[in-house]
């Protein structure tokens, strides 16, 4: 049997204050437990060709076009957020990740089957439930009016259900009945369908071809579901691809991004690519095969990019690539990868970084852009 489990990232339990507030999260799932399910269908997304349980959502960066009376067909403005899109979708499903996955941590803290039941009891209504799941597709994610009712690139919208993936891992250790196993083995066929058709749909095939933070995201998705589903094959492969294909197209010699540094976001594109790079290679490293130490021909490898961007996160000012047009003065956040690798590494550097930076930044665009909102749940 195949040991596909995390290396150099492991805390014993009585270390956990030394990086997480657990009395905050405590608190945080208090108030969660008082507060009712959240699922797909409480807002129907009007210009959706699908039905209530059918994700939907609009791409960020497209306008209603200035020189047609009905505004069609959308026109794309780079970096600049339309606030008028359709986002409910995003905002449901970020806001079952976020409570699922405080509760399943305040389980791991406490032992309380109350957090684990109520856990349960939300992904019961988001992927179970006839009445009210979410269809495991996302044939239309971020759709152009105008244009076209979903695109590939719409598969990074379900970035976010990693830390669900990573929750029912830990929910399946609970004392739970039946009926809530039944619950957690239905998620987790969800999640294997979703997988399927991420890895057949001709939409799911283009975002994993994308040579940037898109197929990266593929990438990093593809192996937590993996993990969960128990698809070790699909793991094998997605370690060779991110050795031949992921490093290759997407990382310079010195450690950067280029693809990501040529966007009107650098700054934050390239924080966004390396947290992923760094959740990859906590995904997929095993005792056989460390990825945290692995190095191309020329030496690219996910300790060369956090050697690139590490100096900016400690001195933004110092940051000589252009300023992001939106949201610039805010980053940077404590983002998970500074955690994991800090850990991995055994990086002081890093680990000061973690608790310096703000862990809960206000603004929608920067949470957005932070995948795992519950480290504990990954160490």
């Known amino acids: 049997m195949k040991h596909f489990g995390l290396v150099h990232s492991q805390v014993n339990r009585e270390q956990w204050n030394a990086y997480f507030d657990l009395t905050a999260i405590i608190q945080q799932a208090d108030n969660c437990l008082t507060a009712p399910p959240v699922q797909i269908t409480d807002e129907r997304a009007p210009q959706s060709p699908g039905n209530a349980h059918d994700y939907y959502s609009n791409g960020d960066y497209w306008w209603p076009n200035p020189d047609t009376s009905n505004g069609l067909p959308y026109v794309r403005r780079d970096g600049e957020s339309n606030p008028d899109n359709f986002h409910a979708h995003r905002i449901l499903l970020r806001r079952m990740r976020s409570r699922v996955a405080c509760l399943a941590t305040?389980?791991?803290?406490?032992?309380?089957?109350?957090?684990?039941?109520?856990?349960?009891r939300q992904l019961d209504a988001f992927f179970v439930n006839e009445r009210t799941r979410m269809n495991p597709h996302l044939l239309y994610a971020q759709a152009v009016p105008g244009i076209c009712d979903g695109r590939g690139i719409g598969v990074i919208d379900t970035l976010h259900l990693i830390d669900v993936a990573a929750a029912v891992q830990i929910l399946q250790h609970s004392h739970t009945s039946l009926a809530d196993s039944h619950v957690l083995q239905s998620v987790s066929a969800w999640f294997a369908d979703y997988?399927?058709?991420?890895?057949?749909?001709?939409?799911?095939?283009?975002?994993?071809?994308?040579?940037?933070?898109?197929?990266?995201?593929?990438?990093?998705?593809?192996?937590?579901?993996?993990?969960?589903?128990?698809?070790?094959?699909?793991l094998d492969w997605c370690r060779e691809q991110y050795k031949t294909k992921l490093l290759v197209e997407q990382m310079d010699t010195d450690g950067s991004f280029p693809r990501e540094l040529s966007r009107t976001k650098p700054y934050a594109y390239s924080?966004?690519?390396?947290?992923?790079?760094?959740?990859?290679?906590?995904?997929?490293?095993?005792?056989?095969?460390?990825?945290?130490?692995?190095?191309?021909?020329?030496?690219?490898?996910?300790?060369?990019?956090?050697?690139?961007?590490?100096?900016?996160?400690?001195?933004?000012?110092?940051?000589?690539?252009?300023?992001?047009?939106?949201?610039?003065?805010?980053?940077?956040?404590?983002?998970?990868?500074?955690?994991?690798?800090?850990?991995?590494?055994?990086?002081?550097?890093?680990?000061?970084?973690?608790?310096?930076?703000?862990?809960?930044?206000?603004?929608?665009?920067?949470?957005?852009?932070?995948?795992?909102?519950?480290?504990?749940?990954?160490?």
């Open 195 to 234: 997988s399927q058709w991420m890895n057949e749909h001709p939409q799911g095939v283009e975002e994993r071809n994308e040579p940037n933070n898109h197929g990266l995201c593929w990438y990093v998705q593809m192996a937590a579901f993996a993990r969960l589903t128990g698809q070790y094959a699909m």
């Open 106 to 120: 305040a389980y791991r803290i406490t032992g309380e089957q109350r957090y684990a039941s109520h856990a349960i």
């Open 271 to 379: 924080l966004f690519t390396l947290d992923n790079f760094v959740t990859l290679t906590h995904l997929l490293s095993t005792p056989d095969d460390n990825l945290w130490e692995f190095q191309l021909s020329d030496g690219r490898g996910i300790e060369k990019g956090i050697s690139f961007l590490l100096p900016y996160i400690e001195n933004k000012q110092s940051w000589p690539y252009g300023r992001d047009v939106e949201y610039d003065a805010e980053w940077p956040v404590a983002m998970s990868f500074l955690l994991l690798a800090g850990l991995a590494y055994h990086s002081e550097r890093l680990i000061a970084l973690w608790h310096k930076l703000d862990h809960n930044p206000k603004e929608d665009e920067l949470r957005r852009n932070m995948a795992i909102r519950q480290p504990l749940l990954w160490i």
